[in-house]
């Protein structure tokens, strides 16, 4: 059994940066592929970023390509997503996910392929 817990939502002025984290309970953290989705109220699970297991291979959602990033450190069992230039259609509550299958770039994308999930974090962006 995994368990998750995100930290590091707040809310932010536009344009401004934040750091998610996402520390996971349980054995081979290393094993695990990691995602980050958010929701919006209303909406379903949209998919911002995932990284695989060692950390050699990411994919990100198109709105947040070039401004986010995904990192994780197996050492402290954390995932992290730096946020650089928040806007206020980042708004979301975030979660993190882990997958204990292959890292399928399609799949990853999928919050269906996902076993495990945290409580979620609340970022909020002010213009």
């Known amino acids: 059994q995994v368990g998750l817990v995100e930290s590091g939502g707040r809310l932010i002025q536009a344009g401004e940066s934040l750091r998610l984290s996402c520390t996971a309970s349980?054995?081979?953290?290393?094993?695990?592929?990691m995602g980050w989705f958010r929701q919006y109220a209303d909406k379903g699970r949209e998919f911002v970023a995932a990284?695989?297991?060692?950390?050699?291979?990411?994919r990100y959602a198109e709105s947040v390509e070039g401004r986010f990033t995904i990192s994780r450190d197996n050492a402290k069992n954390t995932v992290y997503l730096q946020m650089n230039t928040l806007k206020p259609e980042d708004t979301a509550t975030y979660y993190c996910?882990?997958?204990?299958?292959?890292?399928?770039?399609?799949?990853?994308?999928?919050?269906?392929?996902?076993?495990?999930w945290g409580q979620g974090t609340q970022v909020t962006v002010s213009s």
């Open positions: 996910a882990s997958r204990n299958l292959d890292f399928n770039p399609m799949a990853v994308r999928n919050n269906r392929e996902y076993d495990h």
């Open positions: 990284i695989s297991g060692d950390g050699g291979d990411t």
């Open positions: 349980g054995p081979a953290f290393r094993s695990y592929v």
